[in-house]
């Protein structure tokens, strides 16, 4: 027998015992539910949901399934024998900016953890003595989701020693060196440079051509680009594409005869992205003869918005964060070549969100499940964000009504809801780490048309059941043994409210509400851990200025590529003492000023220490359900400065500048920014900007789309400057009209303001 299958009898059988549960191991069992309830009443109580609603899905899971009080305060009712869900119930989302309730809820989670281990120690012993050898494992692995670092523990589970400390079985030990290895190839690929040409216009592609589309190209070392997009945008999508195809080769080292290492045998290295749908569209219908059947081009354009005609992938992008994000998805999909919707979309999840942390592709068109969503539910369906997904994924992993497996072979594209999505992603990502042989396995089980048969023939195949992956892929997400903590860099986010999260929060809603009427923003214990993450970065290396608060630098210490992902974006001070000083010189820079306007901001994260103050504002982004428009300077304000200096926005500027002929210029117009709140289509909205001084002359400027930057200080979702150059002089009357279009209307937006 195997060691995979060894392995899968051992939880089998060990599931069966659990099964078959004796007396006292269920009143143990109830006798546990009982103080985790209570301390997750106590966390709701206290403001902070999250913790409880975690709580109370591990007491239904791990403990008692019939918890009547866990039952009811996530919202289900008993019909029956069965608990099911109460219609339009909503559990409670946001969190209370309170540290020493904080600091009092940690107190009492170590004293309980220090009790969950005493008696899952003792059911331990007794089982041992009683040569009930499956169950004393249980509970020893019961008490590393408490106390990682148990002696009696790893010993009873025989665990082997990692690194500096952290021990595992061999299958963890396997995946968490798998997992630093892809982290340590993510972070160096993050920053790498590729060589990328411009291919003359003579190169055209017949598919593009029988379309009558514009485009132009680019190439690199493996592969050719091709859009309606400019060059810039085309040589960055080329670069992601050489950074992913690193990472898929690293991912895949030692498993090269399962995948399709040689690009010379890919069906195809070359892709083409659009702005619009319809363009994608205008390119399908012209090669109407390129698919077998009409059915499969009828199914492609409804279901999809991209696909592959002849030797070129061909897709919609509506932004350049949307092109990279799909040059890393075409090089994943062609060369881990999974089949069937679910694996091939989530293998391509898996490596887009290890290099951008985003997924803003989705070449099969989203499905959401039935039912009405809370905003806070809308936030983490809609976000991008990989840590917003894996919650879902630790959500999903908790619920025993979850998605198995075996089901993923299934599914079809006309048929992927959004939970689908977050398993086929989490699940894909856990078979790369564990083993990439299983990925194969599993995507050759596209043949079969139904579960049992699935089952049956993976196991036989890779010696381990699709039964066994999904209990190994729960403990993973929901962090049940040190190592999986270890590989998600999984922190408590209670340990991110910092003593001066209130007062920064209250000035941030008090310039919302006084100045610019919006809704107050919550705070969230969650969305700041990536802001202690990135302030403890800048403290440890005593980093200031535009051009190291937005990164951190793969080479010095405490840096890691998600935090270099999440620098990008994230507001910083690094001179955060008083507010008002903080907010007026944050006003200086046009991508700072959502915080204080945006209606579809709905949640913050925000973590002090000492002087340094990191805010995270893109997570708790929302889709606009109607138009936001937002103009700095708006109508009718006092002074605003004349000028800024190019050094104090970044680098960013300094490159449209220089793209411009502007590269010397050290100081350019005050910034004026037309906010629209959230990633739209920008590119196509014709927007034009003009600027009258003192009702008689036109101020000459650059008009920046601003929304796929990456330096907050002059970019974030939905931003469009003009910066007036030269600067207009001060004592100015100035009058800024904005034009657009807005789906079928011309928006006009004006403001009179002087410097």
Known sequence: MNRFLSASVAVLLISAAVAAQTDDEKSFRAAQAKKLVAFANKALKKGFPHKAKLTYLMVLSEYDPDSADANKALGNRKVGTVWQPVPGFQFPKVDKPDPSAAKSL????????????????????????????????????????????????????????????????????????????????????????????????TDKHPVLERAKVDYISVKTEHF?????????????????????????????????????GDTSKWSSTQYAFFKSK??????LNANRDSFRTKEDFEFTKEYTSG??????????????????????????????????????EGIGHTFVGMLLRNNRRFLVDRKQQIGTQTEEEEIAKFSPDMDMWNELAVEQAWKKANLPAVRLPLITADKFDDQMRIKSWSFCHYLLLRDPTLLRHLSQM???????????????????????????????????????????????PMLSVSSSVKKWLNAINHVREK??????????????????????????????????????????????????????MAMVSTRARDPKKVFAEWMCYPGYRDLFMVATLKTIGIYQEKDVLVLNVVQGLVTPRAQQFHLYPKHGMGRVPASVKVADLGPELKAFLTKHGKGDLEEVGFPLS??????????????????????REDAPGLLHIADDGTHRRTASPGLVVFYPIPPIRKGAKVTVVWNFKYGDRLESLNATYSH
């Not at 107050?520 to 980093?543: E, G, I, M, T």
Request: net charge neutral; aromatic share 8%.
């Open 106 to 201: 940690m107190n009492d989670y170590i004293k309980l953890s220090s009790d969950l281990v005493y008696a899952h120690k003792e059911m331990a012993r007794k089982y041992a003595t009683a040569g009930r050898t499956d169950m004393a494992q249980y509970h020893y692995k019961s008490i590393l989701r408490f106390t990682p670092d148990d002696e009696d523990a790893k010993k009873g589970l025989e665990l082997v020693g990692i690194k500096d400390g952290l021990s595992g079985t061999s299958v963890e030990q396997k995946l968490f060196q798998r997992g630093v290895k892809l982290a340590d190839v993510a972070k160096k690929q993050g920053v790498a440079d590729h060589k990328v040409t411009r291919l003359p216009d």
């Open 224 to 260: 050719v680009l091709r859009g309606d997009y400019d060059e810039e945008t085309l040589r960055d999508a080329g670069v992601w594409a050489e950074r992913a195809y690193e990472l898929v080769k690293a991912a895949f080292e030692g498993y090269e005869n399962l995948f399709l």
């Open 278 to 283: 319809d363009t994608y569209d205008q390119i």
């Open 307 to 344: 696909c592959q005609i002849g030797n070129l992938g061909v897709s919609a992008a509506p932004s350049k964060k949307g092109v990279c994000d799909g040059a890393v998805r075409s090089v994943a999909r062609s060369y881990s070549v999974l089949g069937g919707a679910a694996l091939s």
């Open 446 to 492: 596209t043949k079969f048309k139904n579960v049992i048969d699935i089952e049956k023939n993976f196991t036989t195949e890779a010696g381990v059941s699709l039964a066994q992956l999904d209990k190994e892929w729960k403990d993973f997400f929901t962090g049940a043994t040190p190592v999986m903590r270890a590989i998600n860099d999984r922190k408590d």
């Open 515 to 568: 100045t610019y009427r919006a809704a107050p923003v919550n705070w969230s214990a969650r969305f700041s851990s990536r802001c202690k993450h990135h302030a403890d970065y800048l403290l440890q290396n005593n980093l200031q200025g535009p051009d190291q608060e937005q990164r951190q630098d793969p080479q010095l210490p405490g840096s890691t590529h998600e935090g270099n992902m999440f620098a990008q």
């Open 674 to 695: 037309l906010h629209f709140g959230n990633t739209t289509k920008l590119h196509d909205m014709g927007i034009k900007c003009r600027v009258r001084v003192n009702d």
